[in-house]
């Protein structure tokens, strides 16, 4: 790998426009495989969930889901497409050895949905609407494991490992047109774009999308073209983008490393490049020298797609509140601003939060959980919000136990921590660790005496009318009890005692 | 009981149903005869001697239970070896494929153990289906039984040859582009492609997935009937398998009847190439029809000249995608993986090893033919001529109930003598391509032998897709009619092995 002086991105932005298309592969969670009756589910053992069809032998034939297909009209919905009345599959013929019949079953230039456009919003509520070329249904490859070589690639590897349990798991590709005119934040857009996909199939519920899982899979593909120009340039393809962050890192990569290339009056290879999670760089994988020649041509083992147009409009008429749709009314009933909205969708929160409002929490405190103290903790542990440890339920029982004055805040956060720790639910995690504030007067009685003795000066103060300074001895309550009292009966206690009525 | 290989499968089953002899002496008697003639007519591939002897003892048990049996119940089959069988050998004639056990069986696999029809075995073929005489079989031409230094045609040659000399009663083939009819009718025995789509092509090693079709093969019309409803009705593992009831092939197999039916002749079927002989049996057929009662009318499709290039575009090209599999990484051949090369290596090294040149050629053909920039000529082109062949027979189907034509231009050619000559193999097609490229039903029934060469000519129905009982009906009638004028099957006037 040759060592490449990026130019700095601000520069790169100012001498040249980006253009990006953007390829996502979803995984789409059906029971079955896409032409056969073959368990989808992970993690099983290696060529469990394998029979003659997904494993290409001889004499098979495939038959398509029809689940798949009704996923992929409702995504084409979701994504404002027009849907085919009539498509058909096509073959795309190339050798790799995780391809079980040497093609791939897949769709050329009649995909089930066309035409389309998705709006996304960047962090600063700006709306920038991405259009959709194409999204059609394909079959994912086995699962090669090179193993030995310094690569991990086939090349030079001792031996590969093949598994095909995820041949003939369907897939959906979805493509943009090109991507112009977002400038300097085309990283940004290349994100929120992959973001709000994400939560679109997520809301349809046609898969889980999970990116570290590989549920769903981003290329980026970027060129420059100087400034004002309207001829794009040779693209780059940076393939397996998994991750938001890697996308918006690999996008901005691109950019600086085109810059640099054609600056010095290089050109731009086409060509295919591995991007590194690292360091955020790309390298050159495999050079196109001709345009790879597929041979596309159609299934002849499979009867075209004819989606009837009741079908299709029934299918419209059932589609769930679109998630950016839902967000927006989410922002008025929960009244926050566009920006607290979209800390709240990047964190993967709102369905967390509304899990726990669902579970009577009320909203301000599901979110302040949520994009609180449990953000900062998936962001320590590194991982996602919804795989923490914890449920919507828990946490809206530790509201409830604060809102019952049975916590304060500074306990329930301990009560959280428990139940992260894996220590039990809430209440158990309380009795355990001895949390529970201490509101009983007769407990707090003496730590009070002993405050207002040592405090007479502030005692007068109260007395005299000054509410406010009977915090310097709610402070020192509490400090007593270890922080384990009700703050707000130990004031009441301290007014009771000194015979003082404030408003 | 006389000698049990010269019955029909009806009687056969028959036979067996009434107890008169029990399918383990039929199956033995089948086997007994593979064992004295197969060295010489080599029909088979693999002979399943222990898996036939069990399976008539199934259907012996059944009927000594008092079941019901089916009306093919114990009659022996030879299968043609490009359907999967579980546990048995399957090589599609190819190298790539030598060893190959399946772990699963085709669906008319299926089908036929579960009518008790008992496989004998699997035959001998053209190399994944791509010939017309069985010499691109990996493992060694079979010879026509009529006189086995001929071919007994292509690529189910096996097939024929088995049921010509009496080493099974019932077979079935596959018919991409006459691989049925043609052996059918350079063996004096009756072949049908169903319509495409009427028999599950599941588990049927495709050669070309748009024009394959399974289809019955046997020694008389009535035996075939009865084996295409054995193996023919929807599937749902095969999404161009139509799901529509099974033409009533068997009453129309025994309504022999051609009174009143307009029988269409092709115009474009004749002339240079066909050989004087054939034509004179054909004519013959014409005339006989016409004394049984049909009216005979001339019928011009003129697109049937561009069946044959339009062929050789389509069924290349499905071919170069299909046969893309045989890559030495999961089954079958590999050759030169010493640990060093590379998969690509490895891959390139079995191709090169396991295919034959026929194969070869038409990979080649097929790839070019799809490569971006030439697909429209010749892959697009090659599918607007199909849709015009089908509307040619549209057109002659709306002015008559049947076409008929010969089968192929020429009786039986010596072992060698077209091997180096492709085109002159191709023509050996001219006249059963244009169904498989329309999807429609045809039959070839014999017509007697050519004068020149004693050797047997067919004659070919045509009917219009899923109109298949009109074939039976037309060619049981000829069979008849024929079978009275020479007063017994032509297939005794073959000589004694």
Not at chain 2, 476 to 494: I, M, Q, R, S
């Amino acid at each position: 790998m040759s060592v490449i002086d990026l130019v700095p991105y601000e520069e790169a932005l100012a001498s040249y426009d980006p253009v990006m298309g953007l390829e996502v592969h979803v995984e789409l969670g059906t029971k079955t495989k896409m032409f056969c009756g073959c368990s989808t589910a992970l993690g099983a053992e290696p060529n469990t969930q394998v029979c003659p069809t997904c494993l290409g032998l001889p004499g098979s034939l495939p038959v398509v889901n029809a689940t798949g297909v009704e996923s992929a009209i409702r995504i084409g919905l979701a994504l404002n497409c027009e849907i085919a009345e009539w498509c058909r599959f096509a073959r795309k013929n190339y050798f790799y050895p995780d391809m079980p019949k040497n093609f791939q079953t897949s769709q050329y230039d009649e995909p089930i949905a066309f035409n389309g456009y998705l709006d996304v919003e960047l962090e600063d509520g700006e709306v920038f609407r991405v259009e959709i070329e194409r999204a059609h249904m394909e079959e994912d490859t086995g699962k090669s494991t090179h193993v030995g070589g310094a690569t991990g690639r086939i090349h030079g590897a001792e031996y590969s490992l093949l598994d095909y349990n995820r041949a003939g798991i369907p897939l959906i590709e979805i493509v943009t047109k090109p991507i112009v005119g977002a400038g300097d934040r085309a990283p940004e857009v290349a994100r929120a774009y992959v973001a709000e996909l994400r939560e679109l199939i997520r809301a349809l519920g046609v898969s889980e999308a999970r990116m570290e899982m590989g549920q769903m899979r981003c290329d980026v593909n970027l060129s420059l073209m100087p400034k004002g120009a309207e001829k794009f340039g040779t693209r780059s393809e940076t393939k397996n983008v998994n991750s938001l962050r890697s996308v918006e890192r690999a996008a901005r990569f691109e950019i600086q490393r085109h810059a640099a290339v054609l600056n010095e009056g290089g050109t731009i290879v086409q060509e295919t490049r591995h991007f590194h999670e690292d360091n955020g760089s790309t390298t050159s994988g495999r050079i196109k020298e001709e345009a790879e020649d597929y041979r596309y041509f159609p299934e002849p083992d499979l009867v075209p797609v004819a989606p009837s147009r009741e079908w299709v409009e029934q299918l419209r008429g059932e589609l769930p509140e679109l998630p950016r749709v839902r967000r927006q009314r989410l922002q008025s009933e929960w009244g926050i601003s566009a920006t607290e909205m979209q800390s709240a969708l990047n964190a993967g929160a709102i369905d967390l939060i509304l899990a726990t409002i669902d579970a009577g929490a009320p909203a301000d405190q599901a979110r302040k959980w949520w994009l609180g103290e449990l953000a900062r903790r998936s962001n320590e542990d590194g991982v996602e919000l919804a795989s923490l440890p914890i449920t919507p339920a828990q946490v809206a029982k530790v509201s409830a136990l604060v809102a019952e004055g049975k916590l304060n805040d500074k306990l329930a956060r301990q009560v959280i921590e428990g139940v992260l720790a894996g220590e039990g639910e809430p209440d158990e995690v309380v009795a355990k660790r001895g949390l529970a504030v201490v509101s009983d007067d007769s407990a707090l009685g003496d730590a009070i005496d002993a405050a207002l003795a040592a405090q007479p000066d502030v005692a007068d103060k109260i007395r005299s009318g000054k509410f406010a300074a009977a915090g310097a001895l709610v402070g020192a309550v509490m400090k007593a009890t270890r922080g384990q009292a009700d703050a707000a009966r130990v004031k009441e206690l301290i007014f009771e005692k000194l015979g003082v009525q404030p408003e | 009981m006389a000698d049990l290989t010269r019955y029909t499968a009806a009687e056969t089953a028959s036979a067996i149903a009434t107890g008169e002899v029990s399918a383990v002496e039929v199956a033995q008697a089948h086997l007994d005869r593979i064992n004295a003639v197969d060295e010489k007519v080599h029909a088979f591939l693999h002979v399943d001697t222990d898996g036939a002897l069990e399976a008539a003892r199934a259907v012996d048990a059944k009927r000594a239970a008092g079941e019901e049996l089916g009306p093919l119940a114990g009659v022996p089959l030879a299968l043609k070896d490009v359907f999967t069988t579980k546990g048995i050998p399957t090589t599609a004639g190819s190298k790539m494929l030598e060893g190959w056990r399946p772990p699963y069986d085709a669906t008319v696999t299926r089908r036929l153990k579960e009518a008790g029809v008992v496989i004998l075995g699997k035959t001998n073929m053209d190399e994944f289906a791509m010939g017309s005489s069985t010499e691109n079989s990996a493992y060694g031409p079979t010879g026509n039984p009529w006189d086995l230094s001929r071919i007994p045609g292509g690529s189910g040659g096996g097939s024929a040859a088995a049921l010509a000399a009496f080493e099974a009663p019932l077979a079935i083939g596959t018919d991409t582009g006459g691989s049925i009819r043609q052996p059918g009718a350079v063996t004096g025995t009756v072949g049908v492609k169903p319509t495409y789509g009427s028999v599950s092509r599941y588990g049927l090693i495709a050669f070309s997935s748009s024009l394959d079709q399974g289809g019955p093969c046997a020694r008389t019309v009535l035996d075939t009937a009865l084996l295409h409803e054995a193996i023919a009705g929807w599937d749902p593992m095969d999404s161009t398998s139509i799901n529509a009831p099974v033409p009533a092939v068997v009453a129309a197999a025994r309504h022999a009847d051609v009174k009143g039916m307009r029988v269409g002749v092709v115009k474009e079927f004749g002339g240079e190439g066909y050989q004087a002989g054939v034509m004179q049996r054909f004519n013959e057929s014409v005339e006989l029809l016409r004394s049984l009662g049909a009216e005979i009318v001339e019928i011009s499709c003129p697109s049937f000249t561009y069946a044959l290039p339009a062929y050789y575009l389509i069924a290349p090209s499905e071919c170069s995608s299909n046969l893309a599999r045989f890559d030495a990484m999961r089954y079958g051949l590999r050759v030169g993986d010493n640990g060093e090369r590379s998969a690509e290596e490895v891959t390139a090294l079995t191709r090169e090893a396991g295919f034959g040149p026929e194969v070869k050629r038409r990979i080649m053909l097929g790839t070019y033919a799809l490569s971006s920039g030439y697909y429209d000529a010749y892959y697009g082109s090659a599918q607007k001529v199909r849709t015009l062949i089908s509307r040619d027979f549209d057109r002659a189907f709306g002015d008559v109930d049947v076409l008929i034509s010969p089968t192929t231009p020429t009786t039986a050619f010596p072992i060698g003598e077209r091997a180096d000559d492709p085109m002159a193999m191709y023509l050996a097609d001219l006249c059963t391509i244009p169904s498989n490229l329309a999807g429609n039903a045809a039959m070839s029934v014999p017509c007697g032998l050519a004068p020149e060469d004693n050797l047997p000519v067919g004659l070919q129905i045509i009917a219009p897709a899923l109109a298949d009982d009109r074939l039976y009906r037309v060619g049981a009638a000829v069979e008849a009619a024929l079978n009275d004028k020479w007063g017994h099957p032509l297939l005794e006037e073959a000589p004694a092995l």
